[in-house]
């Protein structure tokens, strides 16, 4: 059995993003928003991902830190949370100048995290951090 479960491993070895939406959207409540706070994230200890690592104008989905590095013009870089706030699920995909929740459609900028298109009302949290010789550590 353990060989069909999605881990978060595979997803960021560059498993298909569309193996991870039907089981992410199984995991959808029936609630309007997130409410516990928590945002989700997991800074860990370390480095999260090198700078040279995140496109510019694009992300990086860090699935197994549960968060989101982007560099929305060349030099700046901002870190979110990968939790969407409209019920949970993970963000899977950094796109044309957005993070895509896949399971409602919900997306957010990938310059402050606000919101897109709906039906998600409240912005990805921000996630602080520091950039030390060229890695994107979150403090």
């Known amino acids: 059995m353990s060989g069909s479960r999605i881990t978060r491993r595979k997803?960021?070895?560059?498993s298909a993003v569309t193996a991870v939406g039907a089981?992410?959207?199984?995991a959808c409540g029936?609630?309007?928003e997130a409410t516990d706070g928590s945002g989700g994230s997991d800074?860990?200890?370390?480095?999260?991902?090198a700078t040279s690592e995140v496109p510019v104008g694009g992300g990086v989905i860090v699935a197994d830190r549960n968060l989101v590095a982007t560099q929305p013009t060349e030099g700046t870089f901002k870190?979110?949370?990968?939790?969407?706030?409209?019920?949970?699920?993970?963000v899977t995909k950094v796109t044309d100048g957005t993070?895509?929740?896949?399971c409602h459609g919900s997306r957010f900028?990938?310059?402050?995290?606000s919101v897109s298109q709906g039906p998600a009302r409240s912005p990805l949290e921000?996630?602080?951090?520091?950039?030390?010789?060229?890695?994107?550590?979150p403090s």
């Open 109 to 113: 900028s990938i310059e402050d995290g």
């Open 30 to 32: 029936g609630g309007d």
């Open 11 to 14: 997803v960021v070895a560059g």
């Open 99 to 102: 993070i895509d929740c896949p």
């Open 43 to 49: 800074s860990g200890s370390g480095p999260l991902i």
């Open 126 to 137: 921000e996630v602080t951090f520091e950039v030390t010789g060229g890695e994107i550590v």
């Open 79 to 90: 870190v979110f949370s990968a939790v969407c706030p409209h019920q949970g699920c993970s």
């Open 23 to 26: 089981p992410l959207l199984a």
